[in-house]
């Protein structure tokens, strides 16, 4: 595993990213002692975390939905 020296680090942070990115970890060292470790992370394909619409087709949502119990709401607000 590469250990670089924090001002390299800064100077080659984009190209040391994209090699840590490929699978090749590198250690930051500042004044000859290791201080941390760049590694890839497990992240999930975009496609993988979607959300919207998980539950399509599997729920009803009842035609009168804005207008359910609006007589109790609005005796709420008016008194």
Do not use: C, W, Y
């Amino acid at each position: 595993m590469d250990i670089i020296n924090m001002h390299d680090a800064k100077t080659r942070l984009s190209q040391l990213v994209d090699k840590a990115a490929k699978g090749e970890p590198f250690i930051i060292a500042r004044a000859g002692k290791p201080v941390a470790r760049v590694s890839a992370i497990e992240a999930p394909e975009p496609a993988t975390a979607r959300r919207l619409g998980f539950l399509k087709g599997q729920i009803q949502v009842p035609d009168d939905f804005n207008r359910l119990d609006e007589d109790n709401i609005a005796d709420m607000f008016e008194g």
